[in-house]
């Protein structure tokens, strides 16, 4: 009795009691079940989302080429859009698109850049209290408005100096470079100020100007941001809609000059999509316009992680 | 430059009656990634008693702290035995969230919540079930008064925990902790961003609630640890070297290392 | 002498892109709200369309915009913040979490016209619900998500991890403490984060022209059951809000004030939107103050 009451002491005493008490499950077990529950299905709902939007876009706009057996290099390469006669070209909405979407980034990037320097560089005080909320408010108008402006003002006043409609790549030019400026100016802004001080401390200390040191070191080492920024920019332009449509003219032939009216991939969805029957070759057609969006969408996004890929190997190195 | 000390060299003392312990590890083992953190770690914590683990930063004392609520879940990787009430809670079927109503945890940086001092101490525990107004009101006094804490903060009960003081933050999260009725208590350096009279009046509390809990203190404050302590390990570089009585282990440590350490040769 | 002349030079062009870029802001404000405001009276606030010419009042869209507006953010909302609180708190940071994060990305990236063919595509044309209210807020929903999922896992993980110690070392759930304790904490940035996407929302018409539909029937405002098909309340009926009103009226509008219609209709939608933007910041600091100061 003695010898087992002395084993017993120098075993961990097993405790029933505790054993069941510290494996039961309790109220914060089934908590934790249902919260890892519900947040799985929340993520899980976005993913679904996602997944039937890539799949139902790829497969309504793949049926032009699958179902209505049209050669993919003629819808790329065709000038002639005339769904309802079979003659589907593509070419100059593509065109039209990517006009106005480098056209609109050559035009914005300048200012985008000089406003960030400014707002980082020259005054960082005015820029935090004045040029930062006039960036979030020009991001703030809605693209209708754009659009409306554009028509109101832009459109009229092309005709004035130009002649002809006044619709055309020009005029949407102009309004992407205002939509898309405040996207570049903000990123780049972002870019800027993740630029080590030192690096324009040592710049300076050396004599340099605010300007050498600006062009040749602040700029030179925020270039994969600044490019990240300008795509943003791209994309935006490349995907917008209705203020593009209302200013462009909406004529689905070759833009022979920025002054006459054509067309973008975006601006043909939104004015045809709502007039074609639904499996026609028409119909087809327009869901691979929306096919070529959702790529570039893709393409866009495929380009920012490779520069950002790059950006930081360089800074590794 | 920094002395090579053998790790076969050490000297832990042990229990023979396990039935006296709060808890005990055994070869507990702790990676972070592939990287090894805390090297068969076989301590017995005495109950009701204060036992501080001392050693330099980056030893592997805080590591081995938080592997003893499961704290270290989702972080690091913890093997061996955890043995608590006579069960190994390092199992897989431990319901981790019962082991820490059990062993409380006191952190480095005061931490209470964005709430008022009264849902700061209420929160966690009408969470647990203890609706009834009266003994959560009786709850809030005696974990308070057990924090010393009541008599500064009776009054405003219903401030904003975040309005008091460092320490009066770090006593409130004590009075959090105990509200619980844990049997163990483990605090992580929890003076190391407090004035020293606040460290005083934490010490002073912690050497009143060593009476109902047992306590295991992280301090890499050696006067801190011999005036409360009762029992001290010394960790090195994720092992632990030696383990003795206070007393002892601060007037005749037994090996190089803790000789070396005590003497202020580093740490 | 010659990097000073230039340097000066640089800086006299940086100030006039400055001055420009302030112009055109000034420049689009001032147009709107003078050509637009001296058209915007009570009976243009709460009047009905011309269901043929466009001319007329904008109660209904109005009235609309805010509908899908609060049915687009209850659904919304519930969603980003589940989803949200996985990306913060329970995803691992593997292979899987980073395709999610990417499935996110790409939906924040893909252009609202996209967004809303696709809802023309599922609601419209497959499940045959027609041009409703119900189909137009979920694809605002989906516009809105990936922005609001990403605004609110910022904003969770911005909390220290302490305070997550803090909670799960009393042996609160992880669910509890991320919703007890952390969420308080970080809710004045998830409002603003809210407040500012119920701006884009209100604003948006490319995602709503094929789902919640171009046509405002006159609605019978004394009918609040939402089953009747006259009741404004009614989720599947066709609902044309005020951004696509804007473009509708300048696109294939026979009225012959259409400029003058737009440009008091795009005031209405610019001063909602400033307010959005206004509320969130207030809404924010206030919020702010609240979780931090003391009472």
């Known amino acids: ?317 | 430059m920094l002395k090579q000390y053998s790790f076969e060299e050490t000297a832990v003392q042990t229990f023979d009656d396990k039935t006296s312990l709060a808890m005990r590890t055994e070869d507990m083992q702790v990676f972070y990634g592939s990287n090894h953190a805390m090297f068969d770690a076989n301590l017995a914590f005495p109950k009701n008693q204060i036992t501080a683990l001392i050693g330099a930063s980056g030893s592997g004392k805080s590591t081995y702290l938080r592997s003893l609520n499961r704290m270290n879940d989702g972080i690091a990787t913890v093997t061996g035995k955890i043995w608590y009430h006579g069960v190994n809670i390092n199992e897989p079927g431990v319901n981790i969230y019962e082991i820490r109503r059990h062993i409380g945890m006191v952190f480095q940086r005061p931490n209470p919540f964005a709430k008022s001092i009264r849902e700061n101490i209420v929160y966690a525990l009408r969470a647990n079930g203890v609706k009834k107004k009266a003994e959560l009101e009786e709850r809030i006094e005696q974990s308070l008064k057990g924090a010393a804490l009541w008599d500064e903060v009776k009054d405003s009960l219903d401030k904003s925990a975040l309005s008091l003081s460092g320490g009066q933050q770090q006593r409130l999260c004590i009075a959090r902790s105990i509200a619980m009725a844990p049997d163990v208590l483990l605090l992580d350096e929890p003076c190391s961003a407090l004035d020293p009279i606040s460290t005083v009046k934490v010490e002073e509390t912690l050497l009143e609630l060593q009476k109902k809990y047992s306590i295991i203190i992280v301090t890499h404050n050696m006067q801190q640890a011999s005036r409360i302590s009762s029992q001290c390990a010394f960790f090195h570089l994720g092992h632990i070297m030696e383990y003795a009585p206070t007393g002892t282990m601060f007037s005749n440590p037994q090996i190089p290392v803790t000789q070396d350490y005590i003497a202020g040769s580093f740490g | 002498m010659n990097a000073k002349r230039t340097d000066f030079i640089a800086t006299v062009v940086i100030d006039l892109i400055v001055a420009s870029v302030v112009g055109i802001l000034f420049f689009l404000l001032a147009y709107i709200l003078t050509a637009g405001l001296p058209h915007v009276s009570w009976s243009f606030l709460t009047g009905a369309t011309d269901a043929f010419s466009g001319a007329g009042g904008i109660g209904v869209q109005l009235f609309n915009s805010f509908y899908l507006l609060v049915l687009t953010m209850l659904i919304s909302v519930p969603i980003s913040l589940g989803a949200g609180i996985y990306l913060a708190e329970y995803a691992k940071d593997n292979w899987r979490t980073s395709l999610i994060r990417s499935a996110i990305e790409v939906l924040s990236s893909l252009p609202s016209v996209v967004v809303g063919l696709f809802g023309f595509l599922l609601f419209v044309v497959k499940f045959k619900i027609g041009f409703s209210v119900i189909s137009g807020s979920i694809a605002l929903t989906f516009f809105n998500l990936p922005l609001l999922t990403r605004n609110i896992e910022e904003s969770l993980s911005a909390v220290s991890r302490s305070q997550r110690e803090a909670g799960l070392s009393l042996g609160l759930s992880k669910w509890k403490t991320e919703l007890g304790i952390i969420l308080p904490v970080a809710l004045p940035g998830i409002v603003t984060g809210i407040v500012l996407s119920a701006g884009r929302v209100f604003g948006e018409a490319a995602a709503l022209i094929y789902t919640a539909g171009q046509s405002a029937p006159v609605t019978n405002f004394a009918d609040w059951n939402p089953m009747d098909p006259a009741s404004p309340l009614n989720p599947f009926r066709p609902a044309e809000t005020l951004a696509v009103h804007i473009w509708k009226v300048n696109t294939e509008g026979l009225a012959s004030n259409a400029a003058a219609l737009s440009a008091a209709a795009s005031a209405v939608l610019i001063i909602a939107v400033l307010l959005f933007n206004l509320g969130a910041r207030l809404l924010g600091n206030y919020l702010y103050r609240r979780v931090t100061a003391s009472k």
């Open chain 1, 1 to 317: 009795m003695e010898q087992t009451n002395s084993q017993l002491k120098n075993q961990d005493t097993k405790s029933h009691e505790w054993d069941t008490r510290l494996h039961h499950a309790t109220k914060a077990t089934h908590e934790d079940w249902i919260g890892r529950g519900i947040s799985y299905f929340c993520i899980g709902i976005i993913i679904l989302v996602v997944a039937s939007m890539l799949w139902f876009i790829t497969s309504k706009g793949i049926a032009t080429f699958t179902q209505n057996h049209v050669s993919l290099w003629k819808f790329l390469s065709g000038t002639n859009w005339a769904p309802d006669q079979g003659q589907i070209g593509a070419l100059p909405m593509i065109l039209g698109s990517f006009a106005v979407t480098f056209a609109a980034a050559i035009v914005a990037t300048p200012f985008a850049l000089g406003t960030a320097i400014f707002m980082t560089e020259i005054s960082p005080n005015r820029g935090r209290k004045f040029l930062q909320p006039v960036i979030e408010l020009l991001v703030g108008i809605p693209s209708v408005v754009y659009g409306f402006i554009g028509l109101a003002v832009i459109v009229p006043f092309m005709r004035h100096v130009v002649g002809g409609s006044g619709f055309g790549i020009i005029s949407a030019t102009f309004v992407l470079f205002v939509m898309v400026l405040p996207t570049i100016t903000s990123m780049t802004v972002d870019s800027l100020r993740a630029v080590p001080r030192f690096y324009k401390e040592a710049s300076l200390a050396l004599g340099a100007t605010r300007w050498q040191t600006v062009s040749r070191v602040i700029l030179r080492s925020a270039t994969s941001g600044i490019l990240t920024a300008i795509i943003f920019g791209m994309a935006r332009a490349f995907g917008e809609a209705l203020a593009v449509q209302m200013v462009i003219g909406n004529a689905a032939i070759m833009p022979k000059n920025l002054i006459s009216p054509a067309s973008t991939l975006t601006s043909q969805l939104t004015t045809g999509i709502g007039d074609t029957i639904d499996g026609t070759l028409p119909n087809n057609a327009l869901w691979s316009l929306a096919l070529i969006l959702l790529l570039m969408s893709l393409f866009f996004n495929a380009l920012v992680r490779f520069i950002a890929k790059r950006g930081q190997l360089k800074h590794e190195r």
